[in-house]
């Protein structure tokens, strides 16, 4: 997509755009901060010796009759102390997208985690039937730069968002301490994009420090607009 991207402040709300309005914010970390304890169990159960997981092993089951998944990249790495970074994707679906291209994008990008060993791990969580919400835990800011260049993900970017999505946010931030630790995830920008604005809107968040705290929830809403 081409167009200019705009710069929004860490309070500011933009008429005719909802995906980018911070009331999302609460739910977003709500969601992200879930598929955390996704993980965390799993990779605990692992150093109990209760599972075996070999890199890019996959998981899925089911709560509710939703589904989960969680592909575990790099199984050691991921064990480290010290602070990741992650990535968290919300979109607001289309009422009837083609969910065959959708599913195929998806195990494309999963398939080349293998070729980004930055890239630890990769979760998701269905809301509600066919809507999802995805989490990427990675070492370090380069590899979501050297991932972003793929052509798997230029492609699902390019092609397969705009006709599956009205729009879509994407979070960029951290988990201080690592994924074992007992900290939050901290979201330090967004970007978001909408696809029925006819003007390839596409903006930019980037969070101060104080919202740059451990915190989840109406909290965050608060230290952004206190």
């Known amino acids: 997509m081409s167009g200019s991207v705009q710069e929004l402040s860490p309070t500011e709300n933009v008429p005719d755009h909802k995906i980018a309005e911070i009331a999302h914010y609460p739910g977003d970390i709500s969601l992200l901060n879930y598929l955390l304890q996704d993980l965390r169990v799993l990779m605990r159960r692992h ?83 066919h809507y999802w919400a995805n989490l990427v835990v990675h070492s370090a800011h380069q590899d979501r730069e050297d991932w972003r260049g793929s052509e798997v993900h230029k492609h699902a970017v390019q092609n397969v968002a705009p006709n599956a999505y009205h729009g879509v946010r994407i979070h960029n931030g951290c988990i201080p301490g690592g994924v074992l630790g007992s900290e939050t995830v901290v979201i330090e920008s967004t970007k978001y994009w909408d696809y029925d604005s006819g003007d390839d809107w596409h903006a930019i968040r980037v969070l101060d420090d104080g919202a740059k705290q451990r915190l989840t929830g109406s909290e965050l809403i608060e230290a952004i607009e206190g």
């Open 47 to 129: 150093r109990k010796g209760e599972i075996e997981i070999a890199p890019h092993q996959a998981f899925a089951w089911e709560v509710h009759g939703l589904e989960r998944h969680t592909v575990l990249c790099d199984p050691t790495s991921i064990q480290q102390p010290g602070d990741v970074k992650v990535v968290g994707f919300f979109g607001d679906r289309r009422a009837d997208p083609d969910h065959g291209q959708i599913d195929a994008s998806e195990h494309d990008l999963i398939a080349e985690f293998k070729s980004y060993p930055g890239i630890l791990s990769y979760s998701s969580i269905e809301l509600v039937d």
